[in-house]
């Protein structure tokens, strides 16, 4: 039997009930809920696992070693005396990423080469020879984190950020993290078995999370690789049935899930991303300004979208969020319009009392996921209160 251990998912502000929820789900045990990170226990074959299906994880560490810090000597001594040769050989290639707080260590770099002089001066001492820095594709990324004077060594099982899904090859101007997307879209409630539209798609991020939250697709299925197939206790067998026995369990929703845009470049780049993730036969994408399209069902209709927030986009946004009001009024009866934006100013014009307001970040911009819940035979919105 593999012996359990402690992880650390790391996610975004606002997202970490549905990533408790998520690993709850998948079987984790001793789920704890953290500021942007959630802490859980499991084996070897469960931290695959979760690299492989968590939708709203973007990191996936396993700590190794806690300690107290107390001056940049202390750290040096920690990574000078920690058994590195467990994890890596004297031809291997790491790289250190810090995050401190406090005032004992300022910046995180200076950290990182301090616990980097301390690692290789021991393999250098030992062997006449030291393991390499790579930043890029390294055989251990390790993860600093301290905390005023408390220090954690983990090890990061995922490499590059797990929203790095590898469907998408083609963008448009202002995409959406894929983690972000598949937040939202648990986050706005939708259970995959009603019809599922994006009328600003853009890139198709949304659409396609959506595709692979319906079908319960592992979500990192088509990424090239993940930081643990290096380690020195890879286990391809173990992953390889892991991987099959999530892929057993992938089903067809048989709905409907579509996106459209009015820019040529965005349905083109969206139409490649679908190929690329296998979902042509689930999503279809169209050419379509939003404000010409009306609800084609006359069942329940799941919309969730990403407008410009006039970051990027010049152009006046407070007439465009009118636009998207009165859209939501004249043509889509029975619909839970969701949409997210930082815009606070223009939201204003929407023109419709939103009956859920969350607040979230989309990169470093403040934003709110908004509900305008539009009901079948009326204009008018039911007023429900705030959250």
């Not at 502000?13 to 690993?23: D, Y």
Request: charged share 25%; aromatic share 10%.
């Amino acid at each position: 039997m593999e012996q359990n251990f402690k992880m650390l998912a790391k996610t975004f502000f606002g997202f970490e009930e549905i990533l408790t929820k998520e690993l709850r789900q998948l079987g984790a045990q001793e789920v704890e809920i953290g500021n942007r990170a959630v802490s859980f226990v499991g084996d070897k074959g469960f931290m695959y696992k979760a690299n492989l299906c968590l939708r709203s994880a973007l990191k996936i560490l396993k700590p190794i070693h806690t300690a107290t810090v107390q001056s940049d000597q202390d750290l040096y001594q920690l990574f000078y005396d920690f058994p590195w040769t467990d994890y890596l050989n004297v031809d291997s290639k790491f790289v250190i990423d810090s995050v401190v707080y406090g005032e004992i260590f300022t910046h995180s770099q200076y950290a990182s080469q301090k616990a980097k002089d301390g690692l290789v001066d021991q393999f250098r001492d030992q062997f006449e020879a030291r393991p390499s820095v790579e930043m890029n594709r390294p055989d251990l990324r390790i993860n600093l984190h301290i905390q005023n004077d408390q220090c954690t060594i983990s090890l990061d099982s995922s490499g590059v950020s797990l929203h790095q899904r590898g469907y998408r090859t083609a963008t448009n101007i202002a995409p959406l993290n894929e983690v972000l997307a598949a937040g939202l879209i648990q986050l706005s409630g939708w259970q995959g078995n009603t019809d599922f539209f994006d009328p600003m798609c853009g890139s198709g991020t949304i659409v396609i999370e959506a595709a692979l939250f319906a079908c319960n697709i592992p979500v990192n299925i088509n990424r090239k690789s993940f930081a643990f197939e290096k380690w020195k206790d890879w286990d391809e067998v173990l992953f390889e049935t892991i991987k099959n026995s999530q892929l057993k369990k992938i089903t067809n929703p048989n709905i409907q899930i579509k996106g459209s845009d009015k820019a040529p470049s965005a349905v083109e780049k969206a139409l490649q991303n679908v190929e690329n993730a296998n979902l042509s036969d689930f999503i279809s994408i169209e050419k379509k300004d939003f404000f010409q399209v009306e609800k084609e069902t006359k069942g329940p209709l799941h919309l969730l979208t990403n407008p410009p927030y006039g970051e990027r986009l010049e152009g006046d946004m407070n007439m465009l969020y009118q636009g998207i009001g009165d859209a939501f009024k004249q043509s889509f009866p029975n619909t839970q319009a969701w949409m997210i934006s930082s815009n606070m100013e223009a939201l204003k014009f929407v023109g419709l009392r939103p009956s859920r307001k969350i607040k979230l970040f989309n990169g470093k911009l403040e934003s709110r996921l908004l509900l305008y819940p539009i009901y079948e035979g009326t204009k008018r919105i039911h007023k429900l209160k705030d959250d």
